[in-house]
């Protein structure tokens, strides 16, 4: 499985397209991917993946993959509403407008990563990389966090002073 | 009747589009509850105060008994009996809506005082019993607290369970070449307070700010 250009060693001085910012922003020419977290998964099968993908650019794009060597297998879900009953379900992609941003998280859109290669705690990171029908790849590092945090973890700054 | 007459529609959410979510679930909640005869909170009403959906009629607690997760028989009444009972329908596979409920929960009563702590009961019933063994149970509620009681039956049974406290049952997903399969059940938690009458009802996106303030108030109502 192809993994990232970007090691361990990268820093937001690195030259490398790659290497995220100072802020935990990755990114790929207007493809722009930020707050990665994986959820400390509480059994060692499968664990769930989040992320905000921003489109800066002026022509629409979609997410059609994420990889991996964490996880054998990885899935695309979201949650939909049914008669009173949530359900996830594997998409093809995800949509991502010009000049928009999709929030992936708990209850929406979230990354599944089946057949976990290695158990995942909490401090631990993994690389990921997702692809677009465009080409473009941003490659990510996704730091594990537990269930409990990501409430915090994931609150968009849009959210900030609106209560 | 505060209780009867009242319905606070709060949205909390976890992001923006979250929140977008969050609020389109709720406009089906706040119209499946008007359907069930639910009004719209006035402003100045004291139930406005709570966090979580007040609703209006009040749900009794159901008799039964499931096994819990060290294969004893746990009759729900007697053993809730008097106790502020979050009671929660999902199953360990789930890596999204359970976990962050149960870990929401588990975070502030980790942080709550002795005397809410002790009052509050929380009830995992799993959805999954095929895959879901005790153990996994255990291992599983463990991560979030150790006090959360595990609860297993047959799908049927609990699926009646959960029809007679106002949610809806519990449906099995296509089976995967794999042999895998999600689970879809309802994302709300059903709160009890101490007359055992269900008054609230969680919806997913209640943030852990959410359940602080109002476990407090579970533990200290009495609905007077």
């Not at chain 2, 929960?105 to 019933?125: N, Y």
Request: aromatic residues 8%; charged residues 25%; proline residues 5%.
């Amino acid at each position: 499985m192809a993994l990232l250009v970007c090691g361990l060693g990268c820093s937001a001085e690195s030259s490398n397209g790659d290497a995220p910012a100072a802020d935990g922003t990755f990114s790929s020419g207007l493809l722009k991917v930020s707050t990665v977290y994986v959820a400390e998964p509480v059994t060692d099968e499968r664990a769930a993946m989040y992320f905000t993908i921003s489109n800066v650019g002026d022509r629409g794009d979609e997410l059609v993959a994420v990889r991996t060597a964490a996880a054998g297998r990885v899935e695309i879900h979201q949650n939909v509403e049914e008669d009173g009953r949530m359900m996830m379900e594997a998409v093809s992609g995800v949509r991502v407008p010009s000049r928009w941003t999709i929030h992936f998280a708990p209850g929406s859109y979230h990354v599944m990563l089946l057949e976990l290669q290695d158990s995942l705690r909490t401090g631990d990171s993994i690389y990921a990389s997702l692809q677009f029908e465009s080409g473009d790849m941003v490659s990510v590092v996704a730091e594990v966090r537990p269930y409990a945090d990501l409430e915090e973890l994931l609150a968009s700054e849009d959210d900030e002073g609106d209560s | 009747m505060r209780a009867s007459d009242t319905f606070h529609a709060r949205a909390p959410r976890l992001s923006a589009r979250s929140r977008s979510v969050f609020n389109e679930s709720n406009l089906i909640l706040v119209s499946l509850l008007l359907a069930a005869g639910c009004s719209r909170a006035p402003a100045t009403d004291p139930g406005a105060e709570y966090r979580g959906f007040l609703l209006v009629e009040a749900r009794p607690k159901v008799d039964f008994v499931l096994m819990d997760t060290e294969g004893q028989p746990f009759d729900f009444r007697e053993r809730t009996d008097g106790y502020v009972t979050l009671v929660f329908f999902g199953y360990t596979y789930c890596p999204d809506i359970c976990p962050v409920h149960m870990a929401n929960i588990g975070a502030v009563l980790k942080e709550a005082s002795p005397d809410v702590r002790g009052r509050v009961k929380v009830v995992f019933v799993t959805t999954d019993p095929e895959r879901d063994t005790p153990e996994q149970i255990r291992t599983w509620l463990d991560n979030f607290d150790p006090s959360f009681i595990g609860l297993r039956g047959d799908m049927e049974k609990v699926n009646e369970i959960q029809v007679a406290l106002g949610l809806p049952p519990a449906v099995k997903g296509e089976v995967e070449e794999d042999g895998s399969y999600l689970v879809g059940h309802s994302a709300y938690v059903l709160a009890f307070t101490s007359d055992n009458l269900a008054h609230l009802l969680y919806a997913f996106g209640t943030r852990q700010v959410d359940w602080a303030s109002d476990l407090p108030k579970l533990v200290a109502e009495n609905w007077e």
